[in-house]
């Protein structure tokens, strides 16, 4: 029988010791990345980190902020790892701020390594 994929994470998070709240919010951005996948006809052995970047654009666009970008990253990276799923990351993400700025100008970046 085939795992649920978001129940496998759930398992490695818990398994790893991972606080509650990081649960949460992980578990939070996994269930929203698949609805992700789910309007776009994909499945999990299908994406690309093409698709991962784009999910990430959407979450800007919706206000996401730097910080919260930063964590959605490392919350989907992780969540792929756990279900055996490897893209070649060739993106990273950077967090720039520049605190005698105005706060419009703080942002994330995504660059190739």
Known sequence: MESDPVEVFRRKLELRNKSPHTQKAYLATVKKFMEFLGKRKKTLGEITEEDVEEFLYLLKVEGASPSSLRR????????????????????????????????????AVFCLK
């Open 72 to 107: 959605h990253f490392y919350a989907v990276k992780a969540f792929l790892e756990a279900n055996k799923i490897q893209l070649a990351w060739k993106l990273s993400l950077i967090h720039i701020s520049e605190p005698t700025r105005p706060l419009y100008i703080s942002y």
